[in-house]
């Protein structure tokens, strides 16, 4: 092993070995956010819905609105990293795991959803079509039923994408620790040796699914939005909702993406490895996916207008200038207007300002989910079933443990798992140099503007 070699090696796995007190103070505040949670949904489930600010005929809410946010956020990984590996982009390789994890615990997390909006959410296992003593089956033409086969596929999916690359690393751990560690890695590691046999298999095996994971990907979000366009409620029975929640997922996964990645390199200090070359491809990856979105957001309320109908207009109105227009011009700004303006001027599109614009997306996207679930249904047909909703404490710190939980899932994956592939990292480091279109642009015009100067 090269000095160059080593040096890499310990920099991604010194979170590894060394633990600091701050990790232990994160978990702890994480954990009491977590348990909050789980507290107030013991509590719901003991007192009943009536603690939330769901009734007729708002019956989806905050709940519904973070499992299509989280589920949202889940295509950051794999979808993304599936496609980077396809195209073989050089410049994915310190991202890959970084995506793939957020896919596996954003999955995690929003499949909890339908459970936590059931009424009796002990019976949970009626969704799940299996033979049973009195020939009762699920009924097939719900979404809910389509929901468990999508989510369960997925994340199966997803978690064997993340696996699969961990474990040469796995045995790279194995290698160094000692005691019971070493004995854990050892049984991740599934007896790797680094054969040209199991080199060979992998590569296979990660390409498979590569291939397979980027249909999955889109069906799901896309049998997500059937919950919505299914229906005869305004401004959901849409035939553009399958796209629009596709692309809707991409454009907030790459933002959570971003996130995680600027945090990943100021706290585990891997500035190295994770350079503003990386944030600013990502960075015109999200531009893309902005002005996407606005084009398929400008759609669906241009068609709304224009086809004039009572009850979609009102609905239309509702969050156009009405009660709802204050998130929905919140939710343009920071979805369109800042990433445009951040991400499309090059010298604004440094680290920092990739972070700024993809809180704003983050927050854009969650607004836009619950502006989708809300106001239709509080807008429906006939004005005298017209209603407001207001969420309930128990709503907000179930939603706010979600999202602590979700940092806490990806802390203490950091600190057990190479949060950098890092046999990927040797692998393109013998590799000889291939151009980047991009790097090459950038370099022709800095030769152009030198020449003129």
């Known amino acids: 092993m090269s000095a160059t070699e080593d040096r890499l090696t310990n920099d991604l796995l010194r979170p590894l070995f060394n633990t600091s007190w701050r990790f232990y103070v994160l978990v702890a505040v994480l954990s009491s956010i977590v348990l909050a949670g789980l507290g107030a949904f013991a509590f719901q489930m003991w007192r009943g819905f009536g603690l939330t600010g769901l009734g007729w005929p708002i ?38 795991r970084c995506a793939e994890g957020i896919t596996a615990f954003a999955l995690m997390i929003g499949g909890l959803f339908p459970i936590i909006h059931l009424g009796k959410p002990w019976l949970f296992f009626w969704l799940v079509p299996y033979p049973n003593n009195r020939l009762i089956w699920p009924n097939f033409r719900s979404p809910l039923v389509w929901d468990f086969f999508a989510i369960s596929t997925y994340l199966t999916g997803s978690l064997l994408f993340l696996f699969l690359p961990m474990i040469p690393d796995f045995a790279l751990v194995r290698d160094r620790a000692t005691g019971l560690r070493s004995k854990i890695y050892g049984v991740l590691a599934l007896g790797w040796r680094g054969t040209t046999r199991q080199w060979h298999n992998l590569e296979t095996a990660m390409s498979i699914m590569a291939v397979a994971i980027i249909p999955v990907a889109v069906s799901v979000h896309t049998i997500v939005s059937f919950d919505f366009s299914m229906a005869p409620v305004p401004m959901w029975h849409s035939t553009i909702f399958g796209p629009y929640f596709v692309a809707g997922a991409i454009f907030s996964g790459i ?128 004005p005298y079933s017209w209603s407001f909703y207001r969420p309930r404490p128990t709503e907000i710190v179930i939603t706010a443990a979600t999202f602590a939980g979700m940092v806490l899932l990806y802390a203490l994956f950091s600190k057990f798992v190479p949060i950098i592939s890092i046999w990927e990292l040797k692998q393109g480091a013998h590799q000889p140099h291939q151009p980047d279109p991009i790097e090459d642009v950038e370099i022709a015009e800095a030769e152009l503007h030198r020449t003129h100067a």
């Open 59 to 96: 019956y989806w809410g905050f709940f519904i609105t973070d499992f299509v946010f989280w589920i949202g956020i889940s295509h950051a990984g794999t979808l993304i990293s599936a496609i980077l590996r396809l195209v073989d982009a050089g410049w994915r390789k310190p991202v890959t």
């Open 255 to 382: 933002a959570g993406l971003i996130i995680a990645m600027a945090a990943l390199r100021h706290f585990l200090h891997i500035e190295e490895y994770l350079t503003p070359k990386h944030f600013d491809n990502l960075g015109r990856l999200l531009l893309l996916m902005a002005l996407l979105w606005g084009y398929f957001t400008f759609n669906e309320r241009l068609t709304v207008w224009y086809g004039n109908h009572e009850a979609e207009v009102n609905t239309f109105m509702v969050t156009q200038s009405g009660t709802f227009s204050p998130l929905f011009w919140t939710m343009v700004v920071v979805n369109f207007v800042l990433p445009v303006i951040i991400l499309g001027i090059k010298r604004f599109r440094t680290i920092t300002g990739c972070v700024i614009a993809s809180f704003g997306v983050c927050i854009g996207m969650w607004l836009e989910r619950f502006l989708i679930v809300v106001p239709s249904l509080g807008h429906k047909y006939f």
